[in-house]
């Protein structure tokens, strides 16, 4: 079982450079949260759905040792493997009323609370406005 699984990884990560979406010194990470999302699934890749990727995000997020960053990267390298590499399409899990926009813990849009993470560190670090505006 362990080596069907090495072969598959081996192929994905073949995927993944010829995507080339993602820079040659990352594939290894995404690697790494796929093996970590494929263990989580005892490896059966017939019975991968939206719960079981859900479910593992949410544990990442709930790790207080995982970054916000590293939970990004993870969503991005399991979503990758499961729609684009499997080709088993993800259906948007939600309890929340038709129409209503994906907010996090703080009430925010993701991208809205990621922007002011960046602007926060810019501040803190005292770099200059103009590189603020450049990230």
């Given amino acids: 079982m362990m080596h069907r699984e090495t072969n598959g990884l081996a192929?994905?990560?073949?995927?993944?450079?010829k995507l080339g979406t993602i820079p040659e010194g990352k594939i290894?990470?995404?690697?790494?949260?796929?093996r970590r999302f494929l263990k989580t699934c005892n490896y059966q890749l017939d019975s991968i759905n939206t719960?079981?990727?859900?479910?593992?995000?949410?544990?990442?997020e709930a790790d207080e040792k995982t970054a916000d960053w590293q939970v990004r990267q993870a969503a991005d390298a399991v979503i990758l493997y499961v729609e684009k590499y499997l080709k088993k399409?993800?259906?948007e899990i939600t309890s929340k009323p038709p129409g209503a926009k994906s907010t996090n813990k703080t009430g925010m849009p993701p991208w809205q609370q990621t922007l002011d993470e960046v602007r926060n560190a810019i501040h803190f670090r005292h770099y200059s406005l103009s590189t603020e505006k450049t990230f």
């Avoid at 719960?51 to 949410?58: A, F, G, I, K, Q």
């Fill in 89 to 91: 399409p993800l259906e």
């Fill in 28 to 34: 290894k990470f995404y690697l790494y949260w796929v």
């Fill in 11 to 17: 192929d994905f990560e073949k995927f993944l450079s």
């Fill in 51 to 60: 719960r079981h990727v859900t479910d593992y995000l949410d544990s990442l």
